[in-house]
């Protein structure tokens, strides 16, 4: 299975940005995105693209702020305009779970990186 390793959490205040960045350690032809968890709250998708196509998708929470792009075998998520809700442990994913935005099967089926997180404080 693909190995995922995610980078460039941090802490910013209100209004700031950071860029995450997802290194997979092999390509894949279905999706790769980005999910995020804060305490006591469900996982949610963040953003998602098609590796072949490099077609995006946004939660309407985040759209317009945060931007996924990619570059070969790795995938970008630049967050701008952070708020205090967008804090939380963000995790890279990758696989069919992904381009299906099926939260439970992809956390049993695909590949997921270790997690980075992010504090936005006011």
């Known amino acids: 299975q693909v190995q995922l390793l995610e980078s460039g959490g941090g802490s910013v205040e209100a209004g700031g940005s950071l860029r995450l960045s997802c290194a997979a350690s092999?390509?894949?032809?279905?999706?790769m995105g980005w999910y995020r968890q804060a305490p006591g709250k469900e996982r949610e998708g963040v953003e998602r693209?098609?590796?072949?196509?490099?077609t995006t998708d946004s939660n309407p929470s985040v759209k317009g702020r945060f931007t996924i792009s990619k570059d070969k075998n790795t995938v970008y998520l630049q967050m701008d305009s952070l708020q205090p809700e967008d804090s939380g442990m963000y995790y890279c994913?990758?696989?069919?779970?992904?381009?299906?935005?099926?939260?439970?099967?992809?956390?049993?089926?695909?590949?997921w990186g270790q997690g980075t997180l992010v504090t936005v404080s006011s």
């Open positions: 693209i098609f590796m072949n196509s490099g």
């Open positions: 994913a990758a696989g069919v779970g992904v381009c299906r935005l099926m939260v439970e099967y992809s956390l049993k089926n695909d590949a």
């Open positions: 092999r390509s894949t032809n279905y999706c």
